[in-house]
Structures are given as structure tokens and as C-alpha cells.
């Protein structure tokens, strides 16, 4: 990772230019000292990675699991935990019971499992996505999960390890892949490696020095006071420079990482990759790497090619750690852009600088999404708006990346921040028009399989529209514009921002564009030009 500005030697005096303040890249700014100087970037790479083809040419759909759907004939809910509540009706929004402290008293399950998800892969199939992401399966207190129990065993409310190979072999079958989550900077405080309560009967590190797990964890003032995510008392913090723990996810035979991928599992989601150090990343890539034809994820909410935590650079994209990262920013110049938040030459100031700053093959196939399960829901961040929801759908499926579908998108589902973004899929209230919309993109974006090969450069228009186009040499394969006004707008030359793209992709999308109309609430597409 490199930075640089310019340095002009004048005759009297000295100027510096670097890029604007935010770190955009482009047309930059002349400064008066070095030290007010921000530098422009250039990401170098040990080397090219290289992605699986069901991953590049995928369509993702994320899944939590328990709002999903229940696959048992007569709906009962396996396992229900104790301390523990079931909603009345399907219906029922999501809600946390919690102390005066806000810690949650009862966690609450809506009973959907891993036959439910199988149950549902000829729906997912004719929607058209190829890809399942599923939040963490393994045992746990939680309904989310993300507070791992035993790494080595699916939750009882789920299913068990037979429901999973079901799930694992019809996916196979049909042709689609899945992605586990794999969550290792913390644990559950009541699991097997901590067993704070003793539930249960292996000697957890919260119970005496001779754990074989209490090397595992920082304590402070043992056995009370201990590392822990965000201060969070609930998920204890792992040590990931402790060998042992390394050994236990993916450094030895039968690891975590190398029992579950055996097992039929195509990629990992890193859950907090920013807690987790680039070395540690790295021997998962290399146990990953041991099976052909696998993908590894991490969750980054910034740009992932600079990322600085905890006071250190992160490499995360430069080869042989992550091969994508989850696309938040993608997510925010989109909702951004659809509610009139961010003026269309900003959108493309900030898109170019994500395009220059990633490696290409990390900007061509990031796991871009519009929300997940830590997301307030996209229709509700428009609000609820659902001409503005179909555009979102039609962005996030036209751009380059791999796009991933939040569960129940499609269905119109509204919520706010979790609990309220993790309700119960509407099955008997879906809603057929968007359903139709969003399986059109789908349908249109895997007969495409070459868009993320082709170039690809955004532009705008004036103070009114945003396009971008995918081209081949030096012919224009695709051109998408968005008029994101409430007026109808005829396109001159003298509105066309065509900086980034060559001579000849620039001449074609003049002819193309000026003197038509762009409509308002319409993603207008072409290709298939003359």
C-alpha cells in the first residue's frame, strides 16, 4: 500500500497537490504545507487472486435462518430452548425482552431450521440465485447465533448434522452453492470453551487454569473479569495469537475450518474480519486453499483496501488472505444516491475512488449487498418508497460485484434497526409484482456472465442523472442510466460527464444518450449496440 502527493519546486516557493480532502481520488487540490496535504493511494498486490467461477458469475441470497422458514410437516420448533420464547403468530414483529441494564433476559425464536431452508431451494431456484449465505448454524444461547456454543455441532433449533448434509447435498443438485458464517474472534460465554455456568461437561476456561481452553482467553481479574467483544461480558474474546486456538479453527486436521468445508461447505463469511489478525486470515485462506473451488469472504464495513484497526494497516485484499469483502459502501452510495442524499457527481467521485483504490478483482467481484441482518431493511431506508426498492434491486444487480439478496427483500419486508430488521418471511403476503422485478434482474444478470470481465466506468449527468457503462476493447457492451429527479429530463452533450471513459466509449454513449429522455423511476438499460 502506497500514498504519494506532488511536490512543485516553484521559483520563490514550494506548492503540493494531492488528492481532495476524504481521500477521492481524480482531479485533486493544490496545498500550501505538507502537512495539510491528503495523499492519493495505489494498492499493489503480492499477488492476483484468483475466484471461483460459481462465485464470479453467482447471485447470493443471505438467509437467517431461524426467520426463514420451518420445514417440520406439522411446524413444531425443534429444541426450544430454556429461558427462551416462541411468538404466537409468525406475524409478530421481533422483540427483545431486556434488563435495566439492556442486557436481553429471553432470547426469542420464531422456529425456522435447516429443512425449511432445503424446503424452500425450488423457490430460491426459480428466483434465480445460486448462492446461499447463511448466518452461523452452530450451537448457541442466541437466536442470531453469532455467540458460537460448539463449533462442532448445528444447533438443536435448527436441525441436526443429517438436516445439514440433506441441505448441503440438495443445493448440490440443484446448482447452487453455500456459505457458512464463520464467527472466531469471540464465543458465547456459556460455551464449551468458557462454560461459565458449567452446562456443559468438559472443564471450560472460566472454571479452572486447567482448562485446555484457558490460554484462550485474556482474564483480568479471573474469573469475572476477561476480554470481550466491545465490552460485551456475553462474548468473551478468543486470543488469536494462541496457537492451540489456531490449531483448533483451521491449522490442524479435523479443524473447524477443515471438518465443515469437507463436509460440502463451498466458502466462509468472516464474521468481524477486522478483529481478526491478517496472519490468522491468512491460515485460513491456506487450509481453504486445500479444497478446490472455494471462496472466502470477510465483513469490512469501510474500504477494505486501506482499512486501518487498531492502529495498524490492514492487507486484507493484497493475496492470499480475502478474496472479497462485504460491499457497505457500494450499499451507502446507492441508498444515497435513491433518496436525493448525494448529488450525482459525488457518487461518482466516490465510486471511481473505490474502483481505483480496490484490486480489480476484488472491485469486480466484492459480495455487494443493499442490507443484511445488521442493516435496517432497504425499503425502509427508502422510506418505503417501492419504486426507489426496484430501482435499489436494479443497481445492485447491473453493477460489478456479486450481488447478495437479503432475505425477504424481495417480499417488500420493512424493519428498522436489529430486532425489527430480523422478522419472520411474509409466505402467505409475498409480494408477486417485486418478486417478478427482482427475478428479471436476476434472470438478466446470469445471462450475463461476462459483465465483470468487460471494463466498467461510471459517469453522470449534470445535476440530475447517473450512468455507467461495461465495454469490450472498443466497443460499448452496456449502458445503464438513472434520472434520480421527480422530472422528466431531455440529455444534452454539455450535461454528459464523461472524464473516465476513452475517446471511443465516449462517442458511442453521446450517441446514444443525447436528445433521449430519461424518465423518472426508471433504470433504463441497453446493450446490443450497432
Known amino acids: ?25 481524480g482531479t485533486g487540490v493544490q496545498y500550501a504545507r505538507r502537512e495539510q496535504v491528503q495523499m492519493y493511494q495505489l494498492t499493489t498486490l503480492a499477488a492476483k487472486e484468483s475466484l471461483p467461477q460459481w462465485y464470479r458469475e453467482g447471485v447470493a441470497y443471505q438467509i437467517f435462518i431461524d426467520r426463514f422458514y420451518n420445514g417440520n410437516s406439522d411446524g413444531h420448533v425443534n429444541a426450544p430452548k430454556a429461558n427462551s420464547f416462541l411468538y404466537g403468530r409468525l406475524s409478530d414483529r421481533p422483540l427483545y425482552i431486556r434488563d ?24 430460491l431456484k426459480q428466483l434465480g440465485v445460486t448462492i446461499i449465505y447463511l448466518t452461523p448454524i452452530f450451537q448457541a444461547d442466541s437466536n442470531h447465533r453469532y455467540d458460537t456454543g460448539d463449533y462442532y455441532q448445528i444447533d438443536p433449533v435448527l436441525g441436526d448434522l443429517s438436516d445439514f448434509d440433506q441441505l448441503v447435498t440438495t443445493l448440490h443438485q440443484a446448482g447452487m452453492r453455500l456459505i457458512l458464517d464463520g464467527v472466531f474472534n469471540h464465543v458465547g460465554v456459556e460455551s464449551r470453551y468458557f462454560n461459565r455456568s458449567g452446562h ?23 474469573p469475572t473479569e476477561y476480554d470481550s467483544w466491545w465490552g460485551i461480558n456475553d462474548l468473551p474474546t478468543v486470543d488469536k495469537q494462541n496457537q492451540s486456538y489456531r490449531d483448533f479453527i ?5 479443524s473447524v475450518i477443515d471438518y465443515w468445508t469437507a463436509r460440502g461447505v463451498d466458502g466462509w463469511r468472516l464474521d468481524v474480519a477486522d478483529e481478526l489478525p491478517d496472519d490468522f486470515i491468512a491460515g485460513i485462506r491456506q487450509a481453504l486453499d486445500r479444497y478446490p473451488d472455494k471462496v472466502l469472504i470477510g465483513e469490512v464495513w469501510e474500504d477494505a483496501s486501506h482499512k486501518l484497526a487498531y492502529g495498524q494497516r490492514r492487507h486484507y485484499l493484497e493475496g492470499g488472505r480475502l478474496q472479497a469483502v462485504m460491499n457497505y459502501p457500494l450499499r451507502r452510495l446507492i441508498i444515497h444516491v ?10 461518482w467521485r466516490e465510486l471511481m475512488t473505490l474502483k481505483e483504490n480496490y484490486p480489480a478483482t476484488a472491485f469486480n467481484y466484492n459480495f455487494n449487498n443493499i442490507g443484511s441482518h445488521d442493516t435496517p431493511r432497504i425499503l425502509t431506508m427508502l422510506q418505503n418508497d417501492q419504486a426507489r426498492l426496484s430501482l435499489a434491486m436494479g443497481l445492485l444487480l447491473t453493477l460489478p460485484g456479486v450481488p447478495c439478496l437479503y432475505y425477504g427483500n424481495e417480499a417488500k419486508m420493512t424493519g428498522g434497526k436489529d430486532p425489527d430488521n430480523r422478522a419472520f418471511y411474509p409466505w402467505n403476503q409475498v409480494d408477486q409484482p417485486l418478486q417478478q422485478v427482482v427475478q428479471q434482474w436476476v434472470q438478466w444478470r446470469r445471462a450475463h456472465p461476462m459483465l465483470n470481465t468487460w471494463t466498467f466506468a461510471p ?25 434520480v429527479t421527480d422530472m422528466v429530463r431531455v440529455v444534452t452533450a454539455n450535461d454528459l460527464q464523461l472524464a473516465c471513459l476513452p475517446t471511443t466509449i465516449a462517442a458511442q454513449v453521446r450517441s446514444q444518450l443525447v436528445g433521449h429522455s430519461l424518465k423518472v423511476n426508471q433504470l433504463q438499460l441497453s446493450e446490443n449496440f450497432t
Open 100 to 123: 435495566a441494564q439492556q442486557a436481553i433476559l429471553r432470547w426469542d425464536f420464531y422456529g425456522g431450521n435447516l429443512r425449511g431452508v432445503t424446503a424452500k431451494v425450488p423457490y
Open 250 to 254: 483451521y491449522a490442524k486436521p479435523g
Open 200 to 222: 456443559y461437561e468438559s472443564l471450560g476456561a472460566a472454571q479452572a487454569r486447567t482448562s485446555p481452553y484457558y490460554s484462550w482467553f485474556t482474564f483480568i481479574n479471573y
Open 338 to 347: 435513491l433518496t436525493g442524499t448525494l448529488a450525482p457527481s459525488d457518487w
Open 1 to 25: 500500500m502506497y500514498f504519494y502527493y506532488f511536490e512543485v519546486q516553484l521559483a520563490h516557493e514550494v506548492v503540493y497537490y494531492g488528492c481532495r480532502d476524504g481521500g477521492y481520488g
Open 459 to 483: 459517469f453522470y449527468m449534470a445535476d440530475y442523472g447517473i450512468g455507467y457503462v461495461y465495454w469490450e476493447i472498443d466497443q460499448l457492451k452496456v449502458l445503464v442510466t438513472l434520472n
